[in-house]
């Protein structure tokens, strides 16, 4: 998994023309014999993950101190 921030000079989201836009890369590596039907499936599947659908939509963070 890679990260970077990309210029958003372009994109229609960019709500200044210097903003960045947060880009990830993710690359699966699927071993054993697969054919493309299971490998697509799989690729579909990883697309469904609770991780993915959060960074895809927008995020909400709130933070609060904890007592002791």
Do not use: M, W
């Amino acid at each position: 998994l890679d990260h970077e921030k990309n210029h958003a000079s372009d994109s229609e989201h960019a709500e200044k023309p210097d903003s960045k836009i947060d880009h990830f890369n993710r690359i699966l590596y699927l071993r054993g014999e697969l054919d493309e039907t299971q490998r697509l499936r799989l690729l579909e599947i990883a697309n469904k993950c609770p991780v993915h659908r959060t960074l895809h939509n927008p995020v909400e963070i709130h933070t609060n101190l904890g007592e002791e």
